[in-house]
């Protein structure tokens, strides 16, 4: 039961263009989203996150879009740049409903930087 | 204190061994976790401490499994008689309780290969 998912396994972005990952829910407890960011053989890295009481939150070049009636949100990175090449995990929690910061994770989507 | 710290980064053991990791979290967080992740997919819940507490264990965490938090600081996970499925990138997390919405920061992870 894939409560996350993230559906593009891959995605190739042309440097300076803007990225748009993905990432779909079925669990309506969850109202916290994070993005993390994963190099080979290192752990996830903390990106971005947003409430179920936001629709946006934003951070640099990072933003989030936060669509909870069709259950669905998105990362945006403008201008992408080849540093930002890493595999993009999409994780969700219920911590407002059960005080639980315990995450549930999507498969991730692999984001390449074409120089 | 720069982060949350595993050691070791790889264990190769025997099928049939036990094995035990270490992490050590964010000083000043009282909320730990571990997860597992496999190739191709993404981090997955095994159990998560609130300071010495273990207040959930997730079905993934066979009776091998074991974690302890003593005195609520460093974090062990033991394997005992290891199985060919147990080969994994264990992570540990820690997060900071207090306001809603925290996110968790991660270790590099133990990636356990068994032969």
């Known amino acids: 039961d894939q409560q996350v998912k993230q559906n593009s396994p891959s995605l190739s972005v042309q440097e300076g263009r803007i990225s748009i990952l993905n990432c779909d829910y079925t669990n309506s407890m969850f109202d916290y989203f994070l993005w993390y960011k994963k190099y080979p053989a290192e752990g996830p890295t903390f990106l971005i996150s947003i409430s179920s009481i936001k629709d946006k939150n934003e951070d640099g070049r990072f933003t989030v879009f936060l669509n909870k009636s069709a259950k669905h949100l998105s990362l945006h990175i403008v201008p992408s740049q080849p540093g930002d090449s890493a595999v993009y995990f999409c994780?969700?929690?219920?911590?407002?409903?059960?005080?639980?910061?315990?995450?549930?994770f999507g498969t991730g989507t692999r984001l390449t930087i074409i120089p | 204190d720069t982060g949350v710290s595993q050691d070791p980064r790889h264990k190769i053991t025997k099928r049939g061994q036990n094995v035990t990791f270490r992490c050590d979290p964010i000083s000043e967080h009282n909320r730990l976790y571990w997860y597992r992740q496999t190739l191709g997919q993404g981090p997955e819940f095994l159990t998560y401490?609130?300071?010495?507490?273990?207040?959930?264990k997730s079905r993934l965490l066979s009776d091998r499994f074991s974690a302890e938090r003593p005195k609520g600081s460093f974090s062990t996970l033991e394997i005992q008689r290891t199985e060919q499925g147990d080969s994994a990138m264990y992570l540990c997390?820690?997060?900071?309780?207090?306001?809603?919405?925290?996110?968790?920061?991660f270790g590099q992870g133990t990636r356990l290969t068994v032969v």
């Open positions: 994780a969700a929690s219920a911590q407002r409903n059960f005080g639980n910061e315990k995450l549930t």
């Open positions: 401490f609130q300071n010495e507490a273990q207040l959930e």
């Open positions: 997390a820690s997060s900071l309780l207090g306001g809603l919405n925290t996110e968790a920061f």
